[in-house]
């Protein structure tokens, strides 16, 4: 058994947090986690309230171990905040934005509050949110992020907000990347491209499907499925995703696909419905190489952890 600061924190059997990844973790997939003795976050991305209270109730109801929610910092409002804060989560997960308005309101309802960061200013705001956790999240990670890379950004992130303990997020798909992290003076790692090929991942079978059979080197960062879809993200913040035949239409193109919008919209639109990932997004990182099978979610927190456990002892054999 690995015992960290976040084993600690929530009494957890492994120090792996599921990613709040929108759309894909649902209140099962986070049920799912919990259960298997990680800790489970339901994706409530853009803070839509009919799907949280879905989600919510439903996580809820299927796990009686610490769990909890992340949401996109500043697409959300403290309207919102109350209504996550309203399910009674273990923990709130705050993402790309500043984190200071609500951190207190999490705080006061007697909720962990975990920020995840993408440089060392956002890690200096996160520490004066109050955060509990910080989630250094390197650009090899799935879905929006920054640009520096997770290796020499864990242990940077880990110096500056010293004593708060910090999780490594991106890139994260077995063992070898749990133990790394935790070598890197992580206390964890939140894993989200690897947990969306699961069972119980929200999301079409055909999208898990091209995660399984994609490449490293076939995802990037870029703004074009945002652009499309109307999402006003800040700048500085681009989404990983699986290269696709839209991608290849419209990179470095930006500026003629917003002249064609709305007919653009309409189209992607049509697209989500048929499920055409020739079009439309699959947001996944560089792991995806790691990624051989779509497995149940407690088997993949059980051997990530395991595989985590016998590296670390086998580098310590390496010692003399
Ligand atoms: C499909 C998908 C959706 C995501 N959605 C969100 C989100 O809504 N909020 C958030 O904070 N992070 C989101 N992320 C990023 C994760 O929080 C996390 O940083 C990332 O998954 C870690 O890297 P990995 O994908 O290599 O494991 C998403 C990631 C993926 C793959």
């Known amino acids: 058994m690995i015992q960290t600061g976040l084993t600690d924190l929530f ?4 120090p792996i947090v599921l990613a709040p990844m929108a759309g894909v973790a649902g209140g099962q997939l986070a049920a799912a986690v919990s259960n298997a003795g990680g800790l489970g976050l339901v994706g409530g991305g853009y803070g839509d309230a009919a799907w ?3 989600e919510l109730f439903s996580t809820r109801e299927n796990t009686s171990r610490p ?5 996109i910092t500043w697409a959300v409002n403290q309207r919102v905040i109350d209504l996550v804060l309203s399910y009674q989560p273990d923990a709130v997960m705050l993402s790309f934005g500043d984190p200071r308005p609500y951190g207190a309101f999490v705080k006061a309802a007697g909720c962990r509050l975990i920020c995840q960061v993408q440089d060392l200013n956002e890690a200096r ?14 650009t090899e990670a ?3 992020g920054g640009t520096r890379a997770t290796l020499p950004l864990v242990p940077a992130v880990v110096d500056a907000v010293a004593p708060t303990p910090v999780l490594a997020a991106g890139g994260i798909a077995d063992g070898r990347g749990l133990a790394a992290a935790l070598a890197l003076g992580a206390h964890g790692a939140l894993i989200g491209t690897r947990f969306y090929a699961s ?3 929200q999301g079409r079978p055909s999208a898990k499907q091209r995660i399984v059979a994609a490449h490293g080197n076939e995802t990037l960062r870029t703004p074009v499925f945002d652009i499309v879809r109307g999402y006003g ?3 500085g913040y681009y989404g990983r995703a699986l290269h696709n035949a839209f991608v290849t239409r419209w990179s470095g193109r930006e500026e003629e696909l917003m002249q064609a919008l709305p007919a653009e919209r309409t189209a992607y639109h049509e697209a989500m419905g048929d499920g055409n990932f020739d079009t439309t997004v699959v ?3 560089e792991a995806v190489d790691l990624i051989h099978s779509v497995e149940d979610a407690a088997a993949l927190v059980e051997r990530i952890s395991l595989e985590a456990e016998a590296r670390l002892r086998a580098s310590a054999a390496l010692l003399r």
């Open 11 to 14: 009494n957890l059997r492994h």
């Open 52 to 54: 949280l209270r879905k």
């Open 67 to 71: 769990w909890g929610v992340g949401l």
């Open 125 to 138: 705001l996160a520490q004066q949110a109050g955060a509990d956790l910080i989630v250094a999240q390197g």
């Open 142 to 144: 799935g879905g929006h």
């Open 199 to 201: 069972t119980e991942a």
């Open 233 to 235: 993200w800040p700048q």
């Open 283 to 285: 947001w996944a990182g």
